[in-house]
């Protein structure tokens, strides 16, 4: 049984993912194919599509995912707003365990500055609101 992870990376960041791939590469194709087939262009684009599996992974509680597909979504044009938004979305269908994956998620992005270009320099209007 392999246990070396190959050189070639998940596209997510899941190491044990390119583990399994060792263990059948014919399975971890089709997977890959599924996966593009799922989250890839279509009449959604990727990045609201990965909005859908952060609201998922969310109320599920599964933090590493919602960091992983949040920094997917970012690459493909999602905003901090958007995703703030999406997270608020996922909170009324999966509670609190899902704002607060999402807001740690968020605020981990935040913190290593994947967001310098897409955070706006004003609060967003849902925000100032709140303030009134």
């Not at 799922?38 to 990965?50: D, S, T």
Request: hydrophobic share 40%; net charge positive; no cysteine.
């Amino acid at each position: 049984m392999p246990t070396k992870i190959s050189k070639k990376r998940d596209a997510y960041g899941y190491s044990e993912m390119e583990w399994a791939e060792q263990l059948d590469p014919e399975y971890a194709a089709l997977r890959a194919e599924l996966r593009r087939m799922a989250i890839g262009e279509g009449a959604l684009p990727v990045k609201v599509k990965e909005m859908v599996v952060i609201g998922i992974l969310a109320a599920r509680g599964l933090q590493y995912g919602v960091t992983a597909h949040m920094r997917n979504a970012v690459s493909h044009g999602a905003t901090f707003d958007e995703l703030f938004e999406a997270i608020k979305a996922a909170h009324v269908a999966g509670g609190g365990m899902a704002y607060s994956v999402g807001i740690r998620a968020l605020q981990e992005l935040e913190q290593d500055g994947v967001f310098k270009q897409t955070r706006p320099a004003q609060p967003s209007r849902s925000r100032s609101k709140a303030k009134r």
